[in-house]
T-cell receptor
Framework: KNEVEQSPQNLTAQEGEFITINCSYS?????LHWLQQHPGGGIVSLFMLSSGKKKHGRLIATINIQEKHSSLHITASHPRDSAVYICAVVWGAQKLVFGQGTRLTINP | EAQVTQNPRYLITVTGKKLTVTCSQN?????MSWYRQDPGLGLRQIYY???????DKGDVPEGYKVSRKEKRNFPLILESPSPNQTSLYFCASSLYQNTGELFFGEGSRLTVL
């Protein structure tokens, strides 16, 4: 059983919609990453969180350490946001465990 | 330009023929790591290195070796590749441990026949 659960696994939306992707984990962590993977495979780091909230452009990431839950929000979604979004949790200082990813498709 | 460079990007090989996938970063990062990505299983950590001459196993180290003789390089060695090592491999680096921004290489798609 994957110790990091993402939902939904697949999400299709219309351009302009507000998007939320969720990540839950089972034990205490030291940090959490949100990653983006476009078709073709390259992986880009979006956020690294250990508490609270971060914002970058139309992307917002939040984390609730007590509830062991993080969310990635995309405002005013655009077709170029179509990608797989992956959360990864850091256990201790070294171990990185990934969620299965959420495939997001934004239609024009 | 800050980057993590992997080579080769694509490789088809045969069972048992030793191969090395190189990874190099130009950001003076201490932490480097290797991952494999498989359909239905997602990304899994193979090995990581906290600094020169300091390496440790991740979740799926069987069949792989690594070395960290220089800070910038972290090669992944498959001594005797098998078909179950057919996968997409990523190298990543971070300034300190896993709690800084991660920089990924472009990936290396390996097929073992």
């Amino acid at each position: 059983k994957n110790e990091v659960e993402q939902s939904p696994q697949n999400l299709t939306a219309q351009e302009g919609e507000f998007i939320t992707i969720n990540c839950s984990y089972s034990v205490g962590i030291s940090a959490l990453h949100w990653l983006q993977q476009h078709p073709g495979g390259g992986i880009v780091s979006l956020f690294m969180l250990s508490s609270g909230k971060k914002k970058h452009g139309r992307l917002i990431a939040t984390i609730n350490i007590q509830e062991k839950h993080s969310s990635l929000h995309i405002t005013a979604s655009h077709p170029r946001d179509s990608a797989v979004y992956i959360c990864a949790v850091v256990w201790g200082a070294q171990k990185l465990v990934f969620g299965q990813g959420t495939r997001l498709t934004i239609n024009p | 330009e800050a980057q993590v460079t992997q080579n080769p990007r694509y490789l088809i090989t045969v069972t048992g023929k030793k191969l090395t996938v190189t990874c190099s970063q130009n950001m003076n990062h201490e932490y480097m790591s290797w991952y494999r990505q498989d359909p239905g299983l997602g990304l899994r950590q193979i090995y990581y290195s906290m600094n020169v001459e300091v390496t440790d196993k991740g979740d799926v180290p069987e069949g792989y070796k690594v070395s960290r003789k220089e800070k910038r390089n972290f090669p992944l060695i498959l001594e005797s590749p098998s078909p179950n090592q057919t996968s997409l491999y990523f190298c990543a680096s971070s300034l300190y441990q896993n709690t800084g921004e991660l920089f990924f290489g472009e990936g290396s798609r390996l097929t073992v026949l």
